[in-house]
């Protein structure tokens, strides 16, 4: 089947994102992804630096379970600044494609007032869902 994505007739197409995702197959809940490397320290302060980090650890994180990004149907953004957010979009969008490449599922933005590591400026949750009929 595939993962697929939901536009309903007479809507916009989202830009980043999609309304909704219908997925069939294994399914990998990835936890929160701060802008820290492996070894838990965090090399910048910068949202767009710490979001394209928290991409690449959601990246391995998959890899390890035998999926990749294009399997992802759900993401989650927890931002601590929605105008630094807003204002490092053209970045975070650049390293969302360099990292995740074209596939844009649903998801969502929240700003919260923070986040449990006092450094994160964002944190990335998601659920990827791996098509078994097709490999």
């Known amino acids: 089947m595939g993962n697929r994505t939901v536009l309903p007739e007479g809507w916009h197409r989202p ?3 999609s309304n909704a995702v219908i997925a069939q197959g294994r ?3 990835v936890a929160g992804q701060v802008g820290w490397d492996s070894e838990e320290r965090f090399n910048s302060d910068d949202i767009a630096e710490q979001a394209a980090q928290a991409l690449r650890n959601i990246v391995a994180v998959l890899e390890a379970a035998g999926a990749g990004p294009e399997d992802i149907v759900r993401m989650t953004w927890y931002v601590t600044d ?15 494609r360099e990292i ?3 596939n844009f599922p649903a998801m969502t933005a929240v700003e919260v ?9 964002v944190e990335v949750e998601c ?3 791996v098509d078994e009929d097709s490999g």
């Open 15 to 17: 830009k980043g994102y």
């Open 100 to 102: 995740i490449g074209r």
């Open 127 to 129: 659920t990827a869902v």
């Open 82 to 96: 929605k105008a630094a957010y807003i204002a490092g979009l053209k970045e975070i969008g650049q390293a969302y």
């Open 27 to 29: 399914q990998i809940y």
């Open 113 to 121: 007032t923070a986040l449990v590591e006092d450094r994160a400026k």
